[in-house]
């Protein structure tokens, strides 16, 4: 699918991904966009000027200035919007007249990246973070106990402190454990970040004592995203081994700013690292039900930019469609704009690990890393002002075009 739009060849952004988020300029408001090489296509002057026409939909939707919406409008719509944005814009359909020779349309809806800012793309209503790579909890040491690979283990993250990609990340405050051993309170020591894979969901069941089968979980994703789920963990080590994670996770989660389709990933799906047995509630569905989607892992000090890790969302025993379904089972209900998250995405080596928590064995032993330009870096936990960077890449499966998530960062801040 060649476009008319300028797309480089490693672009994250070719007409195969087409994802959507929500930007702003220094003359527009805050609106829904679809990336597109190095640009944005603004929706909202798409939908003002009927481009959508032939189209059964509720173009209102896509003049929002949060996806919520339009993701609940269903994946029939969101695959046919998809379609038409992809004919749009190619080079060889007749559709490419609509924006590509309408001088006036174009230079208002397609807007340099070097232009915008990104928002948070849905209003997250609630967040649940899933624990179901089992190497992440293997690499720290902790005996799997049957569960895990009976259910989706999670617990439920704060909606309010989920941010997107280059929101400053403040470093928290808590008790811990001081190396006295006795209790204190202060600036975190021990402060990570977790890498993991997540999805935005359309709509759910909506009433309370209902739940979502399997089968129909793959049609209440919208899209993913990159997430970094940060981690004091000094704070979180005094607070869970009576009950869970609370002030030691609750503080920030970023997460990328474009969603990416299921449409998109098509391509990269394969099978779960277990396929049973299960009870039946959690049966059924594809065999290939999750991704496989490196995910690269930099951290940029004063000294330069490092390679830590690349993990896989690949490395998980459950599937989205499962996690949905298991955490409606008990009557829970999902809402449109609801995140829901993988867990840490660590592999078998150490090239695999995702936090520093595993890389560094808790602090036991220094990470040492050094770039291209022979700099060297040394950390057990996240100095401040080190930024975080996840990014991915995945190049189509017949070499054309590619997909990406853009990047997924942050920059830690001292405390107040």
């Keep these: 699918m060649a476009s008319w739009v300028p797309i480089e060849q490693h672009s994250d952004f070719s007409l195969q991904n087409l994802p959507f988020g929500v930007f702003s300029t220094q003359s527009l408001d805050q609106r829904i966009g679809v990336a597109v090489g190095n640009h944005v296509l603004d929706m909202k002057a798409l939908a003002h000027n009927d481009v959508f026409v032939g189209l059964d939909f509720d173009t209102a939707t896509l003049q929002k200035s949060t996806l919520n919406q339009y993701a609940a409008l269903g994946r029939d719509i969101h695959r046919s919007v998809r379609t038409f944005l992809q004919n749009l814009l190619s080079d060889k359909t007749p559709h490419a007249a609509l924006l590509r020779d309408n001088d006036r349309l174009r230079s208002a809806a397609l807007i340099s990246m070097r232009d915008v800012k990104m928002h948070l793309p849905m209003a997250v209503g609630d967040y649940t973070d899933f624990f179901v790579v089992p190497y992440h909890a293997q690499n720290v040491g902790q005996t799997l106990p049957a569960a895990f690979f009976e259910q989706p283990l999670g617990y439920h993250g704060r909606a309010s402190s989920v941010v997107v990609s280059g929101t400053p990340v403040r470093r ?245």
Aim: with cysteine; glycine share 12%.
């Design 172 to 416: 928290p405050r808590g008790q811990f454990v001081g190396q006295d051993g006795k209790a204190t309170f202060g600036p975190s020591q021990k402060l990570d970040y977790e890498v993991e894979f997540a999805a935005f969901v359309t709509h759910g069941q909506q009433k309370m004592g209902e739940s979502i089968e399997v089968n129909d979980g793959e049609d209440l994703i919208f899209g993913f995203v990159l997430l970094n789920d940060w981690s004091a963990r000094d704070i979180q080590r005094r607070e869970t081994a009576p009950l869970g994670p609370f002030n030691g996770k609750n503080f920030c989660t970023t997460i990328s700013p474009w969603i990416v389709s299921p449409d998109a990933l098509e391509p990269y799906r394969t099978a779960p690292l277990r396929s049973g047995p299960w009870l039946p509630y959690l049966n059924g569905g594809r065999e290939d039900s999750v991704y496989d989607i490196l995910i690269q892992v930099q951290i940029q000090s004063k000294s330069g930019t490092f390679d830590v890790s690349r993990c896989n969302t690949k490395n998980v025993v459950f599937s989205f469609p499962q996690m949905l379904a298991h955490h409606t089972a008990g009557g829970c209900p999902m809402r449109t704009g609801d995140l829901i998250a993988t867990g840490t995405l660590s592999g078998a080596t150490p090239q695999e690990y995702g936090c520093l928590l595993e890389v560094t064995c808790d602090g036991a032993n220094q990470l040492k890393v050094s770039n291209a330009q022979n700099q060297e870096m040394c950390r057990t936990f996240l100095d401040d002002g080190d930024s975080v960077i996840f990014t991915t890449y995945l190049p189509r499966k017949d070499g054309i075009g590619g997909v990406g998530f853009g990047m997924c960062e942050g920059q830690i801040l001292a405390c107040h």
